[in-house]
C-alpha cells in the first residue's frame, strides 16, 4: 500500500479480504445468478480496492486506473437501484413497470443535468474532479430512488427473501453514507481523512453484514419488514397494494 494514513490501510486491508470472501461466497451460493450486478458491483469495488495496494497514490496511472474504475462503479450504482426494485416488486408488475420507467427517466435526467455545470465548478478543472461533479449529483438521485423503496417497504407488509432485505438494508446504509461523506468533503480538505476511514468503516460493516447473512438458505426464508407497528392492518394493505397494482396492470395493457 501506498501512503494511505494507518488507520485506513488497516480498513482497506478489511475491505479487501471481506470482498473477496463475499464474492467467492456468493458464487458457490449461485446468489450471483439472482442478483448479477450487485455482484459484478462488488467485483468492480474489489478491483478498485487493489489499485492503491499495488500503484502509488501520486502516481498518473492511479488516477487513470481509479476514475476508470469509479465511473463503472457509479454506472453500476445505478444498474443495482434497477435490481433491487425488480426484486422487490418482482410480484407486483404493474408497480414495477410504472416504477422502472421513472427510475429510467429520472436517471437520464440526472446524468444530464449532472454535465451541465461541469464547467462552474470549482473542482471540475481536473479528470478527477469532472468525475466527483458528475458522481455527486447523480448519487442525489440514486438516494432518493433508494430511500424511496425503503419507504415502500416500511409501510407495505410485502413479504419477501431475506436475502432481499440484507440486500437493501446493507446497499442503503453504505450508499448514504457514500452521498453524505461525498456532500461534506467538499467543505474543505480539513475532513477528507475522517470522513475517508468513516466511509470505509461503514462499507466494511455492510460487507460483514452482506457475508453472514446472505445465502442459499435466505432465498426462501421470507421476511416482513412493513406496518409492524400495525400487524392487524397486514390485509387490508395487501389488498390495497394488488388493487394499485391491478390498476396500473390494466392501465398499461390498454
Not at 465548478?121 to 424511496?148: C, Q
Not at 419477501?160 to 461523506?181: D, E, M, P, Q, S
Amino acid at each position: 500500500m501506498h501512503q494511505l494514513p494507518i488507520e485506513q490501510q488497516i480498513l482497506l486491508i478489511a475491505e479487501l479480504a471481506a470482498l473477496l470472501i463475499l464474492c467467492v461466497r456468493l458464487w458457490l451460493d449461485g446468489l450471483q445468478r439472482i442478483y448479477p450486478y450487485f455482484f459484478v458491483y462488488l467485483v468492480l469495488q474489489l478491483v478498485q480496492t487493489l489499485i492503491p495496494v499495488l500503484v502509488p497514490l501520486e502516481s498518473r496511472l492511479y488516477r487513470d486506473l481509479f476514475v476508470t474504475s469509479e465511473a463503472l462503479i457509479v454506472a453500476f450504482y445505478a444498474l443495482v437501484v434497477m435490481e433491487l426494485y425488480s426484486v422487490i416488486l418482482r410480484n407486483l408488475q404493474g408497480i414495477a413497470r410504472i416504477s422502472k420507467r421513472y427510475v429510467r427517466i429520472a436517471l437520464v435526467l440526472a446524468a444530464v443535468i449532472a454535465l451541465l455545470p461541469l464547467r462552474l465548478e470549482n473542482n471540475s478543472s481536473t479528470l478527477t474532479g469532472y468525475l466527483f461533479t458528475f458522481e455527486r449529483t447523480v448519487m442525489s438521485i440514486f438516494v432518493v430512488f433508494v430511500l424511496l423503496i425503503s419507504a415502500f417497504l416500511v409501510y407495505y407488509p410485502v413479504p419477501l427473501g431475506r436475502n432481499v432485505i440484507v440486500y437493501l438494508a446493507g446497499y442503503a446504509t453504505f450508499f448514504l453514507t457514500t452521498t453524505t461523506v461525498t456532500l461534506i468533503d467538499n467543505l474543505g480538505y480539513f475532513w477528507t481523512r475522517l470522513l475517508g476511514g468513516v466511509d470505509m468503516a461503514v462499507f466494511v460493516a455492510c460487507l460483514i453484514l452482506w457475508l453472514l447473512m446472505l445465502n442459499r438458505q435466505g432465498e426462501t426464508k421470507r421476511v416482513v419488514v412493513g406496518h409492524q407497528w400495525n400487524p392487524s392492518d397486514e390485509g387490508r394493505l395487501l389488498a390495497q397494494l394488488e388493487a394499485i397494482n391491478a390498476s396500473l396492470l390494466r392501465s398499461a395493457n390498454k
